[in-house]
């Protein structure tokens, strides 16, 4: 097993971690996605509660699964991905679709390269490539954008970590415990509002901002 600095080095070389999704982009929309990761999905999706005239961030955005389901909802989405092979996808497919509100560039989580306000962010299996101590500094970030309502959908340990599951490579993966995650959250300024386990290494965490309207 890697130690934590190793860890910590590997999950950070973003360019690394760019050129693996950049191989296999063309292909990802029909990869054999685990039905947890589809659940996932579809769960961030509905925590996301987007509204008409809701600006959403999508971190992590990938081929813009959820950002295109989203943008029907909302009046703009913006998607960001250090991937340039999946950013490429994302832009075909809003153009297939005719989708004309949603708009996709390179960014990363300690780094969105935003320059608007938004309304909700979301992320959806991205996050658990980052070392703990980087995801308490994304989730400031995020905070820092004041967003009313963050939804993370991602790998996180509800117990023990067991690399024998299919969820995660330790080689290149360090996902948390969902209490390292809450109280990343809670010390960011938001108020978590809803945990969905969809598996003991797979979970959703809903966070509204401390003070936004929680209906």
Do not use: W
Request: glycine share 6%; charged share 30%.
């Amino acid at each position: 097993m890697p130690t934590p600095a190793e860890r910590s080095a590997m999950t950070d070389d973003v360019a690394e971690h760019a050129a693996r999704f950049d191989e296999k982009a063309s292909e990802y929309d029909d990869g054999d996605h685990s039905p947890e990761y589809r659940q996932c999905r579809n769960l961030v999706i509905e925590h996301a509660a987007v509204d008409t005239d809701d600006v959403v961030l999508d971190l992590g955005a990938g081929t813009g699964a959820i950002a295109l389901a989203l943008a029907s909802e909302a009046d703009r989405v913006i998607g960001r991905d250090v991937s340039e092979g999946m950013l490429a996808q994302a832009r075909e497919k809003a153009t297939e679709a005719g989708t004309e509100n949603a708009e996709f560039d390179t960014g990363r989580f300690r780094e969105p390269n935003v320059d608007s306000d938004v309304d909700v962010v979301v992320s959806n299996f991205a996050m658990h490539h980052l070392s703990d101590a980087d995801k308490r500094d994304a989730i400031d970030v995020i905070a820092g954008l004041e967003p009313e309502r963050f939804v993370l959908g991602d790998v996180m340990l509800f117990g023990e970590a067991d690399p024998e599951e299919p969820f995660y490579s330790p080689a290149v993966d360090d996902p948390a415990t969902v209490g390292v995650l809450a109280d990343a959250l809670t010390d960011a300024g938001f108020a978590l509002t809803a945990v969905e386990r969809v598996h003991e290494q797979v979970g959703v965490l809903v966070a509204e901002r401390a003070g936004a309207d929680q209906t």
